[in-house]
């Protein structure tokens, strides 16, 4: 088995805490609202949003996969940061065992916040995952974050 980590840095004029609430604490929520292509639903099958609790992630029609199960390790309110394992879902292929997302959220020089986050897919066996193939799912995320990032200027009001 092997572990293959990439790092990726964002930037937004978002402060942390709203950032948070919205893109870690609500994502279940507000993703579907704003994006419903990308995510039809989100349910929590076992615990109560904490560490430990498994999540299944229905996408919507604009995605190439069904769903995934996410299972939390961590959510840190206080220091803006969360770490979940994708562990079940046709977005795994039969080579990789699980992917680990975890996510920081920085307060940047400028007033708004740097999006700090590491993935690392665990394979089965010895095979390879390179950085161009995990590129798509990069960009998917990233454009997600900025339907995010858009909504929240929109709403000013919400996530305070």
Same mark, same amino acid.
């Given at each position: 088995?092997? %572990?293959? !980590?990439?790092?990726? =840095?964002?930037?937004? =004029?978002? #402060?942390?805490?709203?950032?948070?609430?919205?893109? %870690?604490?609500?994502?279940?929520?507000?993703? #579907?609202?704003?994006? #419903?292509?990308?995510?039809?639903?989100?349910?929590?099958?076992? /615990?109560?949003?904490? #560490? /430990?609790?498994?999540?299944?992630?229905?996408? /919507?029609?604009?995605?190439?996969?069904?769903?995934?199960?996410h299972k939390i390790n961590s959510i840190d309110k206080?220091? *803006? !940061?969360?770490?979940?394992?994708?562990? +079940?879902?046709?977005?795994?292929?039969?080579?990789? =065992?699980? @992917?680990?997302?975890?996510?920081?959220?920085?307060?940047?020089?400028?007033? /708004? !916040? @740097?999006?700090?986050?590491?993935?690392?897919? *665990? !394979?089965?066996? +010895?095979? =390879?995952?390179?950085? +161009?193939?995990?590129?798509?799912?990069? +960009?998917?995320? *990233? *454009?997600?974050?900025?339907?995010?990032?858009s909504y929240l200027k929109d709403h000013p009001s919400e996530?305070?």
């Amino acid at each position: 088995m092997g %572990v293959y !980590t990439y790092e990726s =840095e964002y930037s937004s =004029e978002i #402060p942390p805490p709203k950032l948070f609430k919205a893109f %870690v604490l609500d994502a279940d929520n507000l993703i #579907p609202k704003i994006a #419903p292509q990308a995510v039809k639903s989100s349910e929590i099958l076992e /615990g109560d949003g904490g #560490p /430990g609790t498994i999540k299944k992630i229905t996408f /919507g029609e604009g995605s190439h996969y069904g769903y995934v199960k996410h299972k939390i390790n961590s959510i840190d309110k206080e220091h *803006h !940061t969360y770490s979940y394992s994708l562990i +079940e879902g046709d977005a795994l292929s039969e080579n990789i =065992e699980k @992917i680990d997302y975890e996510t920081k959220l920085v307060a940047a020089p400028h007033g /708004g !916040t @740097i999006i700090k986050s590491t993935s690392k897919y *665990h !394979t089965k066996g +010895e095979v =390879e995952i390179k950085e +161009e193939h995990v590129k798509a799912g990069k +960009e998917k995320a *990233h *454009h997600l974050f900025k339907l995010i990032e858009s909504y929240l200027k929109d709403h000013p009001s919400e996530y305070n």
